[in-house]
């Protein structure tokens, strides 16, 4: 069955019409490789009902020469075209395919599934909505499968279907393809996935593509298919904050001067007060100009040309923005960055940054650590090398206008550039400055001028002679739900009964008093831990021990709790456990929250967890009791001295 429209054969100027007012869905496939992200593709645009006769006729002919089919039609040749890929059946650079149905269009980017091709994923999920993400049911998840979904969520894209394919290969069994989405979950749960889809299919035979599949009654799902056609992505872009990049001054006449560009961000009206940055001169929207006439308002990512009712001074590279909704403007910033040259990335070297419309001299001043992708742990490096993806602190000539790749993704990306041959090597994303591990800038900001620090008559050894033991500062730390206040409070009560002076702090008591004005997002989960580490500093100068629990999910920010707290007075105890697990024991309901979308930026859900490499101690709550891990807490305080 076709899935274009019937207007094609009875009206063709509405068909046409129809056709422009289609939204566009972008989307790639990835993967490890053989996975059949390119057969996948080919069956798709087949089963539409989108591959011309003559197409077919000669794919027919290929298939019997390249195919890896055995002589039948491979639907792998649609998008495997270069001959190196064909010869060894493989997809080597990302290839670009369009096609409609009656409800949307689609760009999809078959991107490569080998290692040293991870730079040409990057770049074909760089602008994408969705990613696919094949699995083969016979091995389950890859260190590749790792590693793009690991790229899939650095590069923001919201909408994921993990697709176990080859299901005919393993005689359609439920209980493999369940295996599989729970150890892909299992991974998944560090990464920041906010929409994930499990689908099993065939891809060779299209079962489960676009009609459903009688091999597998237990999937009661919808088809993929359906799910490219359906799936929401209208909020996904920022139509808040407005961005305009200029890139172009059309000035065809002394009557007319306008800023072309597109819309990076937000939305603009004809008589909208705006800024153009960085000389910060402001005018109004005069007209909105496009090829087909002036609109009263245009939003991203419209391609428009703007006027003002003033001649002031904007030039390629500047912006145009709200006057009460302003970029940051900085020189300096951290962002992660995907090295795609064979020449590593050495910090120090100059190098040419463009972001936006804007390109100015630039140097990678730090590399502060190198991420390996396959266990997501962070690793000291001294470089980048080809396909290494790292943390960075670069440094440019000149300032410019930006926000964390999170809220934009086009004001929030750059790419690195080298000075000699103009190659493109690195692209990066920016981070925003109070979130996923980095210091907020309150944590840096010093004390009012003319504070000191109080001092107290009673002397530490005072204090440590009374309460018989030493002050210090255990940091619960792990998943929601896995146990760290019932623990908390059950060391508490270990070391009172013992006759310690003993206090208890968690992230509901911070919430209820002195951080009632935070939310969830990282920075506030930040802030909410730089309070708390404050409180816990005064209990320890007071003699007392603090067993604090939260969640703290970013190492950078346990790091700089530790720094505030003292090092010799702060424990960190790892508190794990299985999601299995922490979902049985969630007596607040915060999971089904988060999995629908109503708790954003939920650690383990939508937003990444960073378990500690070396903690003091680890407790597996769903292997043992909620006693023997205080027991546990306590012996650790008996041997580090402190009682």
Not at 151 to 175: E, P, R, T
Not at 536 to 549: Q, S
Request: hydrophobic share 40%.
């Amino acid at each position: 069955m076709s899935q274009q429209s019937d207007l094609i054969a009875s009206d063709i100027d509405a068909y046409l019409e129809q056709h422009e007012r289609k939204e566009m869905l972008r989307l790639l496939t990835c993967g490890s490789v053989d996975d059949g992200k390119s057969t996948l593709i080919g069956r798709l645009l087949y089963d539409s009902k989108v591959v011309y006769e003559d197409q077919f006729a000669a794919l027919e002919i290929d298939s019997k020469r390249f195919g890896t089919t055995g002589g039948a039609f491979d639907p792998a040749l649609l998008t495997d075209g270069l001959k190196a890929e064909r010869e060894q059946g493989i997809t080597i650079d990302v290839a670009y395919r369009y096609f409609s149905t009656a409800k949307r269009k689609f760009i999809i980017a078959d991107c490569p599934g080998h290692e040293q091709y991870t730079r040409n994923m990057a770049t074909g999920a760089s602008t994408c909505d969705l990613a696919i993400i094949l699995i083969d049911a016979r091995h389950g998840v890859q260190t590749q499968t790792k590693r793009h979904s690991f790229i899939v969520s650095l590069l923001g894209i919201k909408h994921i279907i993990v697709a176990v394919n080859k299901m005919d290969l393993v005689d359609y069994s439920q209980a493999r393809f369940e295996e599989i989405v729970g150890e892909y979950r299992e991974f998944a749960a560090r990464l920041e996935m906010v929409d994930q889809r499990f689908l099993p299919i065939a891809a060779l035979p299209g079962e489960n593509l676009i009609h459903r599949s009688t091999n597998m009654p237990w999937y009661e799902g919808a088809t993929l298919m359906h799910l490219l056609e359906n799936v929401h992505i209208a909020s996904d872009r920022n139509l808040i904050d407005f961005r305009f990049p200029v890139q172009y001054v059309n000035r065809p006449n002394l009557d007319f001067r306008g800023f072309c560009g597109t819309i990076a961000g937000g939305r603009v009206r004809r008589g909208d007060t705006v800024m153009a940055l960085p000389s910060k001169r402001t005018s109004r929207v005069e007209r909105i100009v496009t090829f087909d006439g002036d609109l009263d308002e245009a939003f991203a990512p419209q391609a428009v040309t703007l006027t003002l009712e003033d001649e002031i001074d904007v030039s390629r590279g500047d912006m145009l923005v709200r006057p009460d909704n302003l970029p940051h403007s900085a020189q300096g910033f951290d962002a992660t960055v995907v090295w795609m040259a064979d020449a590593p990335m050495l910090p120090g070297k100059d190098y040419l940054i463009k972001h936006t419309t804007r390109t100015t001299p630039g140097r990678v001043t730090t590399l502060r650590y190198r991420m390996d992708v396959n266990t997501l742990r962070r690793e000291p490096a001294p470089a980048l090398a080809l396909n290494e993806i790292g943390r960075c602190r670069i440094e440019l000539a000149q300032a410019i206008s930006m926000d964390p790749y999170r809220r934009n993704r086009d004001t929030g990306a750059f790419i690195i550039i080298d000075r000699l041959t103009h190659v493109t090597v690195g692209a990066g994303m920016i981070l925003d400055s109070t979130s996923a591990g980095d210091a907020t800038s309150v944590w840096d900001k010093p004390a009012a001028a003319g504070l000191e620090e109080p001092s107290s008559p009673v002397g530490p050894e005072e204090r440590a002679a009374r309460f018989g033991q030493q002050p210090a500062t255990v940091l619960l730390t792990g998943l929601p739900a896995a146990g760290k206040t019932p623990i908390a409070h059950a060391v508490e009560r270990l070391l009172f009964d013992r006759g310690r002076a003993v206090a208890v702090i968690d992230g509901q008591h911070m919430r209820h008093g002195l951080s009632r004005d935070l939310g969830f997002s990282a920075d506030e989960r930040s802030e909410n831990l730089r309070r708390a580490a404050e409180v816990a500093k005064l209990f320890n100068v007071a003699g007392l021990l603090c067993i604090a629990a939260f969640v703290a999910p970013h190492a950078e920010v346990r790091k700089r709790a530790a720094e505030v707290v003292g090092h010799d007075r702060f424990l960190v105890v790892y508190v794990e456990a299985s999601e299995a697990w922490r979902r049985a024991h969630d007596d607040q309901g915060v999971y089904p929250k988060a999995d629908s979308g109503e708790m954003r930026s939920f650690p383990g859900i939508s937003a990444p967890y960073e378990a500690p490499e070396n903690p003091d101690l680890v407790l597996q709550t769903d292997t043992m009791t909620i006693e023997e891990c205080a027991r546990r807490v306590v012996e650790l305080l008996e041997s580090r001295g402190v009682i």
